[in-house]
């Protein structure tokens, strides 16, 4: 089991270093009066840890 465990973490691992080389490039964000600039994998994280913790917030409401 744990031998499965190590290769599903590699594997894993793998792949969200595979993402991150293939994105990058430096994307600029432009918000009412803010301009930000930043790689469009890190973007992409951002944007994932807001919809997980809205997720989070909302689970409960009906």
Known sequence: MS???LISICALT????????QNYEVVEIKFLFW????????M??????????IGWLLRGHK
């Open 3 to 5: 031998q499965w465990k």
């Open 35 to 42: 301009n930000l600039a930043m790689s469009r994998a890190l």
């Open 14 to 21: 793998g792949v969200i270093v595979l993402f991150t080389v």
């Open 44 to 53: 992409l994280f951002m944007v994932l840890i807001v919809g997980i913790t």
